[in-house]
């Protein structure tokens, strides 16, 4: 199976950028579904974006939506996630992870459960 390694976290500033990458080894990474969860310090982790086998659509959480780009590069086997005016709020750990196929049902995507496979996560800090 795929393994997941993320790197890209660091510390910003509020208003700032970053651009986290997920390499992928071990099996085929174009055949799934992938996604990217984060964890805030103190609370549960949360669903952030999706983007299938193919990348045809992209899927995000509505605190990112028009601020976050997920995209996959398949020949690279790598995910990333495009941040842009970040907010000291998007502070936690950061993990991309692959679901079991390469579609999922419905809104299925938002579900940790749907993923089987996660990385390690990247620390992004943001100072406000």
């Known amino acids: 199976q795929v393994q997941l390694v993320e790197s890209g976290g660091g510390l910003v500033q509020a208003g700032g950028s970053l651009r986290l990458s997920c390499a992928a080894s071990?099996?085929?990474?174009?055949?799934?579904?992938m996604g990217w969860f984060r964890q805030p310090p103190g609370k549960e982790r949360e669903f952030v974006a999706a983007?299938?086998?193919?990348?045809?659509?992209?899927r995000y959480a509505a605190s990112v939506e028009g601020r976050f780009t997920i995209s996959r590069d398949d020949h690279m086997h790598t995910l990333y996630l495009q941040m842009t005016s970040l907010k000291p709020e998007d502070s936690g750990v950061y993990y991309c992870?692959?679901?079991?196929?390469?579609?999922?049902?419905?809104?299925?995507?938002?579900?940790?459960?749907?993923?089987?496979?996660w990385g390690q996560g990247t620390q992004v800090t943001v100072s406000s």
């Open positions: 071990g099996d085929s990474f174009s055949r799934y579904f």
């Open positions: 992870a692959a679901a079991g196929g390469a579609e999922v049902a419905g809104d299925n995507y938002r579900y940790q459960d749907t993923y089987r496979i």
């Open positions: 983007i299938p086998r193919t990348g045809y659509y992209t």
